[in-house]
Antibody
Framework: EVQLVESGGGLVQNGRSLRLSCAAS????????MNWVRQAPGKGLEWVSG????????GYADSVKGRFTISRDNAKNSLYLQMNSLRPEDTAFYYC?????????????WGQGTLVTVSS | QSALTQPASVSGSPGQSITISCTGT?????????VSWYQQHPGKAPKLMIY???KRPSGVSNRFSGSKSGNTASLTISGLQAEDEADYYC???????????FGTGTKVTVL
């Protein structure tokens, strides 16, 4: 059974940093691209960042470019999101997601999300 | 990286069919057959319902179908059931540096 378990969320002040982690199990982690998707409370979904299986291709939404860094450790079956210079508008549930075999063709598994709250 | 455009709400009676549109541009929906759809019930994580425009993951009811024409994709739910009441989001690949761009979301209400 595929499982994605996020951790690292919490309350942080404006301008500070936070690192999210995602522990993956139930599939061959280094075969798939992975992504972070966020959802502000009561709002829609927003793709944040993605990384290919070997970290060779990385992408960011314009809203986080230059502030967030995605990475993965295939030996530990883990995905990370380093979030710096956090802003109140970054407040959201952050979901760890797994790509279908064809990269960017669909997100077939989602974690339960971790809440990041940035206070002003 | 503008969000894809969806109607805010769509409703239908049990047993009816409804269609949700998703309008993008020639840089996303119009350029790739990588359109996916997600269902989200309140307080839950989204669930993949359609990928690559019209493919259904294992376990998803065949009442859900997807299509695309030009810059617009569509999700049709036939034989509407009470359990289909949820938010639905479309999504498209947006190019090499934009892996995904989501739609604005549509609330489906079963009357």
């Amino acid at each position: 059974e595929v499982q994605l378990v996020e951790s690292g969320g919490g309350l942080v002040q404006n301008g500070r940093s936070l690192r999210l982690s995602c522990a993956a199990s139930g599939f061959t982690f280094d075969d798939y691209a992975m992504n972070w998707v966020r959802q502000a409370p009561g709002k829609g979904l927003e793709w944040v960042s993605g990384i290919s299986w070997n970290s060779g291709i990385i992408g960011y939404a314009d809203s986080v470019k230059g502030r967030f860094t995605i990475s993965r450790d295939n030996a530990k079956n883990s995905l990370y999101l380093q979030m710096n210079s956090l802003r109140p508008e970054d407040t959201a549930f952050y979901y760890c997601t797994k790509d279908k075999p064809a990269m960017s063709s669909g997100l077939d598994y989602w974690g339960q999300g971790t809440l990041v709250t940035v206070s002003s | 990286q503008s969000a894809l455009t969806q109607p805010a709400s769509v409703s239908g009676s049990p047993g009816q069919s409804i269609t949700i549109s998703c309008t993008g541009t020639s840089s996303d929906v119009g350029s790739y057959n990588f359109v996916s759809w997600y269902q989200q019930h309140p307080g839950k994580a989204p669930k993949l319902m359609i990928y690559e425009v019209s493919k259904r993951p294992s376990g998803v009811s065949n009442r859900f179908s997807g299509s695309k024409s030009g810059n617009t994709a569509s999700l049709t739910i036939s034989g509407l059931q009470a359990e289909d009441e949820a938010d639905y989001y479309c999504c498209s690949h947006g190019g090499r540096s934009t892996f995904y761009v989501f739609g604005t979301g549509t609330k489906v209400t079963v009357l």
